[in-house]
C-alpha cells in the first residue's frame, strides 16, 4: 500500500503498478470469498471488468504492448498514478462491501408484488412488445438513412447514425420491447419444466433478435442478452444453481464471437471491408486480433490516466459533485431540455479531445468520473458507495431469486455495474436502468398478480 501511494504522487517505477495489479486482485478475492461465488451476481460482474481494466490492462502496458490505444503520449508515471488510484478505489469498495450498510438496504427495498403472471395478459403484452419492437426498429432504420442489408453490413455507421437525437430514444425503445419478449418468455419458461420444444423456440427466438441487434453496432448489446440469460437460469430456477463449469464455457464462446464481430465492425465501416484488410488485421492469427480487440475494449485506464494529467483544464474546474445528479436528467430528450448537462465521457472528450472524431465517445471509469468532482479525495468515496450499492443489488437479488418480477426488472439490465465501473453513472447505462425500471413497472403492472410494492 505504502509502494502504490508512492506511486500516487508520481514516482515513475514498474514495481508500484504491478503491486497495484496485486492489490487489485486479493482485493477482489477477498470480496468474493465473504460474499460466496456465483458467475452473474453483481460482485462478479463488477470485478470481471476491473481485473480487465487495471489488472491486464497495466500488466499490457509493462510488457510493453498496448494494442488499440487512442490515448496516445502515454508515460509510465501517468500509468502509475492511473493504477495506484484504481487501488485506492478498490480498497474502499471492499470496505463498503463487506460492511453492513448494503444489507440493510437491500432489506429496505420495494419488493414487486405477486410471484405469478397472468398468462393471457402476458401473451397480449408479448404481442403488444413485439408490435412496437418491429415498428420502432423500422422508424430506426429510416431515421438512419440506410437500408436494413446496409446496416447488418456496416453496424458501426448505423450506430453513429442512430446515437443522437430522437434516434437514439426510438432505437433504444426497439431493442427494450424487442428484449423484453425474450425475457417474458424465458422468465415465465424458468419456473416450469423444461421441455426440448420450448427450449429449441427459446434458442431461435434469442438468435433472431440477436440478428436485429447486430446493426446497432455495440458488442454490450450482444453480450448483455447472453449473461441475462444465465442469470435469469441461475436465480430463476429452483434446485441447484447454475455451475459455473457450464456457464464459463458460454461466456467464453460468447467472448470469441463478439471480438471476432468487432474485428468485422471496425473493418466494414464506411462500407470499406475487404479481404485484404481482413488479411492484415489476421497477419498474426485470429485468435490473436480477437485478443488484441478484447484488450483493447478495456481502455478506461489510458483515458483515467490522460484525466489525471490533464485535468482541471483551463476551461474546465472540477465538477464539485455535480455528475452525481447530472444523471437523473439524461432520460429526458434534449429537445425537451435544451440545458441538459452531457454524460461524463462527452464532457471529458471535449476537454481533453477537443479535436476527437467523433465517431464514437471513450469510457473513462468510474474513478475519473469521481476525481473530476472533488480530486483525489472524491476517489475513497465514491469506491465506498459503489461497494455498498453492488452489496446491496446482489443481497435483494439473493432474498427474492424465484421472484420473476425482480427477475424482469434486473435480466435486462444485468451488465450495469460493469458498466457504471467502465463510465460512471452519469452514462447511457444509468438511462438504460431507469429506462428500464420505468417500462418494467409498465408492464408488470398488466402480467402480475397482486397490485404496487410491498
Known sequence: ????VVGLVGRASTLP?????????????????????SLVSPLTLTLAPAIMLFVVRPLVF?????????????????????????????????????????VAIARGLPIPAGRVWYRRRLWAVLALLATIALVAFLVTVRMSGMSLLASLGDSF????????????YVSALALWCMWGVYWLALIDSAG??????????????????ALFTVPFGSRSYLLGPVVGTLFVLDYGRQGAR?????????????????????????????????????????????????VNRLVARFDALDFLAVTLHRFPAADQGFLLGRSAVDFLVQPLPRALFS???YKTSALLTG?????YPRTFTPEYSLIAEAYINFGVLSVPLAGLLFGTIVRAIGEYLEAHRHNPSVLFWWAPVVTAPMAWLMSGFNSDASVGVIMNLVLGLLVLKVIRRGKGLR
Open 192 to 209: 416450469r419444466r423444461a421441455k426440448v420444444g420450448r427450449i429449441i423456440a427459446l434458442a431461435a427466438l434469442f438468435l433472431l433478435l
Open 157 to 168: 455507421s448505423f450506430r453513429i447514425a442512430t446515437s443522437g437525437g430522437g434516434a437514439f
Open 1 to 4: 500500500m505504502v509502494i502504490c
Open 242 to 290: 447454475l455451475s459455473i463449469g457450464r456457464a464459463l464455457p458460454v461466456l467464453a464462446l460468447m467472448l470469441l464471437f463478439i471480438g471476432g464481430y468487432g474485428v468485422f465492425r471496425d473493418l466494414s465501416y464506411g462500407g470499406s471491408f475487404s479481404s485484404q484488410a481482413l488479411a492484415r488485421v489476421l497477419d498474426g492469427g485470429y485468435l490473436s486480433a480477437i
Open 351 to 355: 476537454v481533453l479531445f477537443p479535436d
Open 339 to 341: 440545458a441538459k448537462p
Open 17 to 37: 503498478l504491478v503491486v497495484g495489479c496485486l492489490s487489485v486482485v486479493l482485493g477482489g478475492v477477498l470480496c468474493a470469498t465473504k460474499s460466496g461465488v
Open 62 to 102: 509493462a510488457w510493453g504492448s498496448a494494442p488499440g490505444t487512442y490515448a496516445v503520449g502515454l508515460q509510465s508515471d501517468m500509468l502509475v498514478r492511473a493504477t495506484a488510484l484504481a487501488v485506492v478505489f478498490f480498497l474502499f469498495f471492499a470496505v463498503g462491501f463487506l460492511a453492513k450498510l448494503g
